[in-house]
């Protein structure tokens, strides 16, 4: 048993790790399962360079003798694609925005790297990016062009004036779509039922202040967690707002044109009920300083029993209440609702980030051969030999090798694909047909029942029965909220979104903390005039076309 339960717990890793960056352990678009032989066809020789910058933080572990600049990824691309991949400078995570700029601004600018959509906005104002249409057409793989045009709203982010700027760093959209998740073993403490409607919600994150759920016969904890961040993977808002049908930071149609969720009306009865539960001791009095890391730590130690947050959450930091309470265990829910109207979980298109090659670089396919690389041997093929050499493995799961480089896409649909197949194989208790990933998460889940194996409540809280991918799939099937803005950010977006973000989250802060509801009006008037009216004007020309 003890030797079982530390290869599921390895198994467990694995699939963290590549959870925690995308979907991976996909198959082909058709179900096949191709096996693609690395080859050097379209090997430069003589070989080329390509200069990059990157961000490595502390989590990225390598090999004894390996470094960032000397890798498995940089010599294979100088192997097998002729490649010598290089990088101008190298920062942690939380410096690389800044650096990049700095950079950009001195004129020394990167053959290709990753920005953020509204850095990418500014670059193509500028006339720095490569338009790389035709070099896509050409240069992309079949599995390549299948990655990126399997979400209709990946390619479209990058897409300016008609022509293809840059490369959208794919993932799964629906991912983005907030759930419930409640302490179960709390509920099971107060004889506390399922919840139907954000009124059983606001109901249960009363009992959990009041009726000392963790039996430890001390006041200490909160109803919901609220990080000072407001709009995190965990600890955010956006599912409570959803449960008012308010759909904050999102634009949808309303009326035959799109508007932005922030500023209308249903906002402000999720704030009066926010500040209502904030009165009554049910949000930390302090939580408009403490950031997601703190958020972190109360779940890790039984302070929080509710938060609003994403389907990967029990792998972090719900994992953390777990590890210091055995029979903790948080179960998803449906995001409910406050009248007798279905509510819908708010999502956007999956990119965060996008690949830019700068203008002028002599060879921008190669950064086309390098994904090509990545989605024809990763994402298409099932060789866990060559998965275990270029990803990571179970002989050493802190080394986590997909990290080294940016030039990889994830599957946008592999997730739901994955659920199904993995459901099936459970019904039946027949893993026959699963990939490797699907594999792993159902032995973890068998491990959970057959074993007893505490630590494996991830996987059923995730791809299990009733787990959060269930909810998930209802919502892609069901339909969710969908933000109907996804191009580059318009122009007066770019000059003042970030100024209106700000002034939003400190309206929803301080009303939160017992200012004014008037204030949420005041707000809204503020966000028309102060640039607001123009680019909602913006985004209906950009609807429009």
């Known amino acids: 048993m003890k030797n079982y339960k530390i290869v599921i717990i390895l198994v467990l890793f694995t699939l963290v790790i590549t959870t925690a960056c995308g979907t991976g352990g996909t198959q082909g678009s058709?179900?096949?399962?191709?096996?693609?032989?690395?080859?050097?066809?379209?090997?430069?020789?003589?070989?080329?360079?390509?200069?990059?910058?990157?961000?490595v933080d502390a989590t990225v572990k390598f090999l004894e003798g390996e470094d960032i600049h000397n890798n498995i990824w940089t010599r294979t691309y100088a192997e097998k694609l002729g490649i010598n991949l290089s990088y101008m400078w190298v920062v942690d995570n939380s410096q690389y925005k800044q650096k990049l700029t700095a950079t950009i601004m001195s004129g020394d600018i990167p053959d290709a790297f990753v920005v953020d959509p509204l850095l990418f906005k500014l670059l193509y104002d500028s006339d720095l990016i490569e338009d790389i249409s035709s070099v896509y057409e050409t240069y992309a793989s079949e599995n390549t062009k299948m990655i990126l045009e399997q979400d209709p709203t990946a390619l479209p982010c990058t897409i300016v004036d008609g022509k293809l700027m840059g490369l959208p760093m794919t993932d799964a959209s629906i991912a983005g779509a907030p759930v419930l998740w409640i302490?179960?073993?709390?509920?099971?403490?107060?004889?506390?039922?399922?919840?139907?409607?954000?009124?059983?919600?606001?109901?249960?994150?009363?009992?959990?202040?009041?009726?000392?759920?963790?039996?430890?016969?001390?006041?200490?904890t909160f109803g919901i967690a609220v990080s000072k961040?407001?709009?995190?993977?965990?600890?955010?808002?956006?599912?409570?707002?959803?449960?008012?049908?308010?759909?904050?930071?999102?634009?949808?149609?309303?009326?035959?044109?799109?508007?932005?969720?922030?500023?209308?009306?249903?906002?402000?009865?999720?704030?009066?009920?926010?500040?209502e539960m904030y009165s009554r001791g049910e949000i930390d009095k302090e939580f408009g300083v403490?950031?997601?890391?703190?958020?972190?730590?109360?779940?890790?130690?039984?302070?929080?029993?509710?938060?609003?947050?994403?389907?990967?959450?029990p792998y972090s930091p719900l994992n953390l209440s777990q590890a210091n309470y055995p029979d903790a265990y948080w179960q998803a829910y449906p995001?409910?609702?406050?009248?007798?109207?279905?509510?819908?979980?708010?999502?956007?298109?999956?990119?965060?980030?996008?690949?830019?090659?700068?203008?002028?670089?002599?060879?921008?396919?190669?950064?086309?051969?390098?994904?090509?690389?990545?989605?024809?041997?990763?994402?298409?093929?099932?060789?866990?030999?060559?998965?275990?050499?270029?990803?990571?493995?179970?002989?050493?799961?802190?080394?986590?090798?997909?990290?080294?480089?940016?030039?990889?896409?994830?599957?946008?649909?592999?997730?739901?694909?994955?659920?199904?197949?993995?459901?099936r194989a459970l019904a039946e208790r027949n893993p026959a047909g699963l990939n490797m990933d699907e594999t792993k998460r159902y032995q973890v889940i068998m491990a959970y029942f057959d074993q007893g194996i505490k630590e494996a409540w991830v996987e059923v809280a995730t791809y299990g029965e009733n787990g959060s991918v269930s909810i998930l799939d209802k919502i892609a099937k069901d339909g969710g909220m969908l933000n109907q803005f996804y191009g580059a950010p318009t122009k007066t977006m770019a000059e003042k979104m970030a100024a209106l973000n700000t002034m939003e989250d400190e309206m929803i802060t301080n009303v939160i903390m017992g200012e004014s509801l008037d204030s949420f009006d005041a707000f809204v008037e503020k966000w028309y005039s102060m640039g607001g009216e123009d680019i909602t004007r913006e985004v209906n020309d950009w609807w429009k076309r």
């Open 335 to 423: 995001i409910p609702s406050i009248d007798d109207k279905p509510a819908k979980s708010q999502y956007s298109a999956a990119v965060f980030n996008i690949i830019a090659i700068r203008k002028g670089y002599e060879h921008p396919e190669a950064v086309l051969k390098m994904l090509n690389f990545w989605c024809d041997n990763f994402l298409a093929a099932e060789d866990e030999e060559m998965r275990d050499t270029y990803l990571g493995s179970l002989d050493n799961p802190d080394v986590v090798k997909y990290k080294y480089t940016d030039f990889h896409l994830w599957e946008p649909n592999a997730m739901l694909r994955a659920y199904k197949n993995i459901s």
């Open 183 to 220: 302490r179960q073993d709390w509920m099971r403490a107060l004889g506390i039922d399922a919840p139907k409607t954000m009124q059983d919600v606001i109901e249960i994150s009363s009992r959990f202040v009041k009726e000392d759920p963790d039996k430890n016969g001390v006041d200490d």
């Open 290 to 313: 403490k950031d997601s890391n703190k958020i972190a730590e109360a779940i890790a130690n039984s302070k929080i029993g509710i938060e609003f947050g994403v389907w990967w959450n």
């Open 30 to 55: 058709n179900g096949s399962k191709p096996k693609p032989e690395i080859t050097v066809e379209g090997k430069y020789d003589p070989p080329i360079n390509l200069v990059s910058v990157k961000a």
């Open 229 to 275: 961040e407001l709009w995190g993977a965990y600890g955010g808002l956006q599912g409570f707002f959803n449960g008012f049908h308010a759909y904050p930071r999102i634009w949808y149609e309303k009326d035959g044109s799109l508007v932005y969720g922030s500023v209308q009306p249903e906002m402000k009865q999720a704030l009066a009920v926010l500040q």
